[in-house]
């Protein structure tokens, strides 16, 4: 998404492509994660180990973490999975 949308757009539009995958037979259950930018390199640590790169440092995390939330106002959010939507 446009990293102008505002924090209750993209949340909307997560949640209606949540709700539209859980409605498929094979899924039990779906959590999307909204992002404003493709990243260079995988976020999860098992993309990471996969692609053999190293453990992101809890230190790196943190500071990502609290920049996302001061740019989200504040909230906070969890995802598991992530989808892409242009």
């Known amino acids: 998404m446009h990293p102008d949308t505002p ?7 997560g949640l209606a492509l949540q709700i539209k995958l859980e409605r498929v037979p094979e899924v039990e259950r779906c959590f999307v994660h909204v992002d404003y930018t493709r990243r260079a390199e995988p976020e999860h640590a098992l993309d990471r180990a996969l692609s053999g790169l190293p453990p992101i440092e809890n230190e790196s995390v ?6 996302a939330a001061a740019a989200a106002g504040g909230a906070g959010a969890g995802a598991v999975v992530e989808e892409e939507v242009e």
Do not use: K, M, N
């Open 62 to 67: 943190g500071v990502v973490a609290a920049a």
């Open 7 to 13: 924090l209750r757009v993209s949340h909307d539009a």
